[in-house]
């Protein structure tokens, strides 16, 4: 909880309230925390020592592994970017017919968990395998990642910049790559950076095509032998590859800014005209809309259809669909409880050390549930025997894999509060305990639940870590849809994989909101 007292090195302009004692302890434990991961894989790799480490790495089936997995990120990512950006500029900078209702069709795919679109395109191709599968349901699942926030940057960016460029001489093409895509590249490289993310660790949409990517084969060897020394190599080689990422976006993105000085003319720019090109965009976008929507709606409705009265085991159904609840309604209220602490951090004060406990948690939740999964299992045979196979474990899990989602909304809702509202109450005699619940909390409410909105729709959704992790008994919609699709009765499954979809049904209207907001702004 916030004290007051004096400005500290570091402390933001205009900021007297400083992390206490308590606060500071709970940020302790919570930074150590985020670590377990990184630590576990570190350590593993090291207590194999480097000779045998050299024996796992170097074999021909790594290498197999390292090629699928580095060549999926390098053909879907520039994919999904081509669509996203493409999608983006004909809705909201062109006369295409029909641009409101283009509008949220193209956020819709984020309702469809990866695993359920590949359950949709093996229902309807049973051939379906290998790399071009796995690209083309990793396209279709994850293009909206570039598609929102490149639509969102399109409608607030300022049409003078455009319109000076035309007066210059500048072509509608030579614009639009010289003065428009600029403009995008931190939609464009942070849209790519959460899909090589996803890509990295995704294991069910990949296992159904048959499609073998690092994730896949760590935790079919951990089904298999529970090998350590074998999966600890291929997750530090993971490891290796999130970070990769990591490193590549934030020196890709640099310094540069793109901020207006000023609110600017609140005018929307003029759409560019298709006149003939209107017909292909229509069937460009219409296309795209059937393969990542359509496809997999049409599969739910004929095996549900299929299925009839009979696949609606209510006795198997239910049960599901309480534990899912349960556990992601705690888990969204547990990890936005304990992101605050990172996030009042990061809005309040500077410094490397603040950037270090802010960054701290985007370290575990780039990896994938796979290997947080690994070091939790490790951590607590070694060392706390009674948490495992407890609910307790799964929660620690889904804290460290969605507490960068809590904390993303927090922060911009706690960075709108002003210092002045806070100030004026203690100085009114209030306590600080009393301010922050009346003053800050009431003010950030908005966007504590938005977050936990997204912490819940993740965890809903998640499906590796729960596999590994879930204690005997616990059945929710993912782990019995993928038990049911696994065994191919496929209407059986349909049921788990609606509510899946229904589930998420309400973050896709978030964020479809969210951006529309932005752009108004």
Known sequence: MPETGQAQP?????TR??????????????????????????????????????????????????????GLVVV????????????AWLIERTTVPGRS????????????????????????????NGFGAGVLIATLSYFPFVYVPAAATLRRLDPAIEESAHALGSSSTGVFFRVVLPQLRLAILGGGLLIGVHLLAEYGAFAMVRFSTLTTAIFEQFQATFNGAAGSALAGVLV??????????????????????????????TPHRLGAMAIPAVVALTALAVLALGVPVWTMARWLWIGGTEIWALGDIVPSLVQTIGLAATAALATTLLAFPFAWIAVRFNGFLVRFVEGSNFITSSMPGIVTALALVTVAIRFVPPIYQTVNLVLAAYVLMFMPRAMVNLRSGLAQVPIGLEEASRSLGVSPTRTFLRVTLRLTAPAAAAGACLVFVGVATE????????????????????SLSSELDYAAAAPYALLLVLLAVPVT?????????????
Not at 241 to 266: D, H, K, M, Q, T
């Open 463 to 482: 499906l590796t870590a729960t596999l590994l992790l879930a204690p005997t008994g616990t059945r929710t919609l993912a782990m019995r849809f993928w």
């Open 509 to 521: 209207l978030l964020l479809y909101r969210q951006s529309t907001r932005v752009a108004a702004l």
């Open 10 to 14: 570091g402390q933001r302009s205009g």
């Open 240 to 269: 290796l590859l999130c970070l990769v990422l990591l490193v590549a976006e934030a020196a890709a993105r640099g310094n540069a800014r793109f901020a207006r000085i000023g609110a600017g003319a609140p005018r929307v720019s």
């Open 76 to 87: 879907t990512v520039p994919i999904c970017i081509v669509l996203g950006v493409g999608a």
């Open 101 to 128: 209702a283009w509008r949220p069709l193209f956020v819709a795919p984020l309702a469809v968990p990866a695993f359920i679109n590949s359950y949709a395109w093996v229902s309807v191709a049973p051939t379906l």
């Open 17 to 70: 309230a400083r992390p206490g004692v308590p606060l500071s302890c709970v940020i302790a434990v919570l930074v150590a925390a985020t670590f377990v991961p990184l630590g576990y894989v570190a350590w593993s790799v090291a207590s194999v020592g480097p000779s045998r480490l050299y024996e796992l790495v170097a074999r021909p089936r790594v290498g197999e592994l390292l090629v699928n997995t580095i």
